[in-house]
DNA sequence: GAGATGACGGGCT
DNA sequence: AAGCCCGCCATCT
């Protein structure tokens, strides 16, 4: 059986490039939605050089979520927008245009 | 096994 | 709008 890591792995693998999700919706589609913080500490442990496209997940907010010594946000930055993400005046993303949350989205309401 | 930590999120002030 | 607080989960000490 997969562990939790490997969950969030095999999900952030999915993200198409050029799109976006947010912990949130990784943690729910790994069937915990209440654990976006553990999805931070499972791409914490990643490489830089991981087959994990972990740049492609940012926070809720829109934004590259603050890390370490600094510049590794930067660098997060760089690659995404190196995949033709857009970053607005005030360093967000507008999740509404590249923002992915799962093979089929809101189906619609009834 | 108890306490602390963190690439989070939502609610309230 | 910006900040503060509290809850959540997997790991690490």
């Known amino acids: 059986m997969p562990t939790f890591f490997d969950e969030v792995y095999a999900l952030v693998r999915q993200v198409p ?3 976006v ?3 949130g919706a990784i943690a729910c589609m790994a069937g915990r939605p209440n654990a976006p913080r553990a999805v931070g500490y499972a791409l914490r442990a990643l490489q830089a050089d991981s087959d994990v496209p972990w740049q492609r997940v940012i926070n809720a ?3 590259v ?3 370490g010594p600094d510049g590794e946000a930067s660098f997060q930055r760089v690659r995404l927008e190196r995949e033709g993400i857009v970053f607005d005046a005030q360093d967000r993303i507008n999740l509404r245009a590249f923002g992915w949350v799962g093979p089929m989205p809101a189906p619609e309401l009834p």
């Open 65 to 67: 979520s603050p890390r």
């Open 17 to 19: 490039v050029g799109r």
């Open 61 to 63: 907010q829109g934004k």
């Open 21 to 23: 999700t947010t912990y």
